[in-house]
């Protein structure tokens, strides 16, 4: 079975202070692996998708990188409005099923 | 604002009672997912339909059934409730299947009293 377990599960951070999310994973088959971010009371968010090894996405103050059993979401000089709940989540090539894990809360501290 | 519409925003009902929540899929997705969030379990999966055809099952209860109609948009019947199926319920949609790139809705809170 898919396994996706998310470090730290929360995370305090100042305003400017660069910090990363780890998202370790198991799975048979990767399709894919996907960050989202979810604010509270509302749905998550796509943010990137990440198919193999090696690669990177950016966006804005957002990197995520994969390698065959992890993958970090950097967050460079962050601000108050990143403050979220960040999901990873893996999709197998056997099933059309998304794994999330149980997420990273981000508070950044103005 | 996603395009994903969910109803009810807020439901409260009593253990053993049903209840329908409704989803209204991004205009031209033909894929719908059910999702649930609870505190200590994270996003669950509930099943995914396609086209009005399901097309996978996760962790769904026997006591909870969906389906997708003509229109594409789909309802989540959840009976029998029992407090532990207090929480929030997501629908997503997206254009092809199996894919990650999911929209959610903001959900429909349950509480079973």
């Known amino acids: 079975e898919d396994q996706v377990t998310q470090s730290p599960e929360a995370l305090r951070l100042q305003e400017g202070e660069s910090s990363s999310l780890n998202c370790s994973y198991t799975?048979?088959?990767?399709?894919?692996l996907f960050w989202y971010r979810q604010d509270p009371g509302k749905g998550p968010e796509f943010l990137f998708t990440?198919?193999?090894a090696g690669e990177e996405k950016e966006k804005e103050r957002l990197k995520a990188t994969l390698t065959k059993k992890e993958s970090f979401l950097h967050i460079t000089a962050p601000k108050p409005e990143d403050s979220a709940t960040y999901l990873c989540?893996?999709?197998?090539?056997?099933?059309?099923?998304?794994?999330f894990g149980t997420g990273t809360r981000l508070t950044i501290i103005p | 604002d996603s395009g994903v519409t969910q109803t009810p925003k807020h439901l409260i009902t009593a253990t053993g009672q049903r209840v329908t929540l409704r989803c209204s899929p991004r205009?031209?997705?033909?894929?719908v997912y059910w999702y649930q969030q609870s505190l200590d379990q994270g996003l669950q999966f509930l099943i995914q339909?396609?086209?009005?055809?399901?097309?996978a099952k996760g962790n769904i209860l026997e006591r909870f059934s969906a389906q997708q109609f003509p229109d594409l948009h789909s309802e989540l019947n959840l009976s029998s409730l029992e407090l532990g199926d207090s929480a929030l319920y997501f629908c997503?949609?997206?254009?092809?299947?199996?894919?990650?790139?999911?929209?959610f809705g903001e959900g429909s809170r349950l509480t079973v009293l």
């Open positions: 989540a893996v999709l197998n090539f056997g099933n059309e099923k998304l794994t």
């Open positions: 799975v048979s088959g990767l399709r894919g």
């Open positions: 205009s031209g997705d033909l894929s």
């Open positions: 997503a949609s997206s254009v092809p299947e199996g894919t990650g790139e999911l929209f």
């Open positions: 339909y396609y086209n009005g055809e399901e097309r």
């Open positions: 990440l198919y193999s």
